[in-house]
């Protein structure tokens, strides 16, 4: 195995592309912007790999890209209120081509989960991306983020309920 340092870096960081991805298109909710983000997430992070020390590279990767949609999101001056649009072509919901009726419910289902996880305030939602969708432990969440321990569980806790919330309303307004 290569010690080259383009080769090594390519081992260790590029199985962690879907998950850079998907954090940015969570925390930004602009597809242009998100693969902007990745890009530039990795290659800063190659540029600084030397100090990588082999710790979670996950988390390592994941913390530059964090850092990099917040300053996104800064220069946009959305960070305190950031408007989300939902659009039905970024949504990778399942589909199950042998039933059109329970594909049409799972997508149905995808987009009201996807709409209310995206009205979740910022660092809600990104706690439960990192947590849920990314299967990151609490300590990992808590190096990408910087948050302590307790702040990462709170923000989860409160987070899952917030979002149960938006779902339960959601659920009651289209069964009246």
Known sequence: MSNHPTERFNRIMLPHLDAAYNLARWLTRNSDETEDIVQESFIKAFRHFNTFRGENSRSWLLAIVRNNCYDWLKAQKRHSEIRMAIHAQELDAPTLQHNPEISFFNDVNRAIIDKALAELPVEFREAIVLRELED????????????????????????????????????CEKNQ
């Open 136 to 171: 990151c432990s609490y300590q990992e969440i808590s190096a990408i983020t910087g948050a302590p321990l307790g702040t990462v569980m709170s923000r989860l806790a409160r987070g899952r309920s917030m979002l149960r919330d938006k779902l339960a309303a959601e659920f």
